[in-house]
């Protein structure tokens, strides 16, 4: 996966961005962590092997459709609209791409493939945060290894707490009902908050908080599909609009 630009880096320099990365992302593991161990111990409870859910978090790995997916499971729902719902869901990762195209365009192949299968929302934040504080050179020499580091602490947390989650679930059944799951809504609280700069990212959070209270009792998490798209249509329309009248 090397690039023209990675030839010219000494094996310092990379590990100095990698482990940059992935002490940038610790306050987002923290978050995860009681998020990774819940969904461990629910697996079970809804379905879903043990050796089922380990390979759904290395495969799959996007937290919130694993837990739609749980739902789902344990509401009877079949597959095809199991697939649709986590599809739409996972729709804003198309405006996490758009965000990061033109850093990491003179990537290679392989490499936007990594970053692809691993931009989850806490390693979202944490490069796009890097990004913006950064000039042009270090986002051309060194952008994808400080998101190796993000992205391989995150990914091997969240392996590690499915495990851990299944194992305690064992022990203690009822440890779905302690209330661990706080820690993740406050995590991405936390990570909105700071781009709640902008007009369409505004919006985005109020049409999606609004639709998701107003679509809650709607069965088989329909109301959850409903409320990214809108947010995602509002967001995005607004977005173009803004750089049409800026054109």
Known sequence: MATVDDQKLSRKEILREVFAGSRATIPMIVGAIPFGIIFGTLAEQSGLSPLGAVAMSIFVFAGSSQFIALGL????????????????????????????????????????????????????????????????????????????????????????????????????????????????????????????????????VLVAGAMSLGTADMPHKLGLMISALSALAVGLSYHLLSRSKKQ
């Open 73 to 204: 499971l344990a509401a009877g729902t079949g597959p095809l609209m199991i697939i649709a719902t986590t599809f739409i869901v996972n729709l804003r990762h198309l405006l996490y791409s758009a965000a990061l195209v033109d850093d990491v365009k003179h990537l290679s192949g392989p490499w936007r493939a990594l970053i692809a299968f691993g931009l989850t929302d806490e390693s979202f934040a944490t490069i796009a945060d890097k990004i913006r504080k950064s000039d042009n050179i270090w986002r051309k020499r060194y952008v994808q290894w400080f998101y190796l580091g993000s992205f391989s602490a995150m990914y091997g947390n969240w392996i590690l707490c499915t495990v851990i989650g299944i194992t305690l679930g064992e022990l203690f059944p009822d440890i779905g009902n302690w209330g661990l799951d706080f820690a993740m809504s406050a995590t991405f609280i936390g990570m909105v908050l700071p781009y709640l700069t902008t007009r369409p990212m505004l919006a985005c």
